[in-house]
């Protein structure tokens, strides 16, 4: 007897999947206009380059950011779950070793945190300034690199996984 995924597997798949990608490209749309743009502010390790950032948008642009953070946490769970599920409910990563599923099943919910942690510190960067305590904005830059890495170490990890399941 084989086993077979529940059929809400696959729906929790298709719906965290489907999801992220449309909050993302959504997301990316909305913060288009912004000039810098948002990834520049997400790697502003120090105070002085994240003010002139901020500084730098029109009053309408920093509302425009502020505003995205809705939308970014639904995201990041979105993408959370569905790396999750990927990795600990699919085959894909089965031809891996036992680290590999782990780091697969654990590297974009780990992702979310970083991007739950940077986007609560931009959410109080953003709404007042803050002089007082510049070590906030590197673990901010420093939570937004790790979500980043882990984003594109998960999705290089999934393509060389796709490559192997055609073996």
């Not at 599920?85 to 919910?109: K, N």
């Not at 984003?151 to 999934?158: I, M, T």
Request: proline share 7%; charged share 10%; glycine share 8%.
């Amino acid at each position: 007897m084989s086993a077979r995924r529940p059929p809400w597997t696959l729906v929790l798949l298709w719906t965290t999947g489907g999801g992220a990608l449309a909050l993302f490209t959504g997301i990316a749309i909305w913060l288009a206009p912004l000039t810098p743009g948002a990834l520049t502010l997400q790697l502003a390790f120090s105070p002085r380059a994240f003010g002139q950032i901020v500084h730098w948008w029109p009053p309408e642009h920093l509302a425009r950011y502020r505003a995205h953070f809705a939308a970014d946490f639904v995201l990041l769970a979105c993408y959370g779950a569905f790396g999750w599920l990927l990795a600990s409910r699919t085959r894909l990563f089965a031809r891996g070793s036992a680290a590999l599923r782990g780091w697969a099943a654990w590297a974009l919910p780990l992702a979310a945190l970083c991007n739950a942690l940077q986007d609560i510190l931009h959410l109080w960067l953003t709404a007042a300034p803050r002089f007082g305590v510049p070590w906030v904005y590197p673990l901010a830059a420093l939570a937004a690199c790790a979500k980043w890495v882990l984003l594109a170490a998960w999705a290089g990890s999934a393509a060389r996984a796709l490559l192997k399941a055609d073996d």
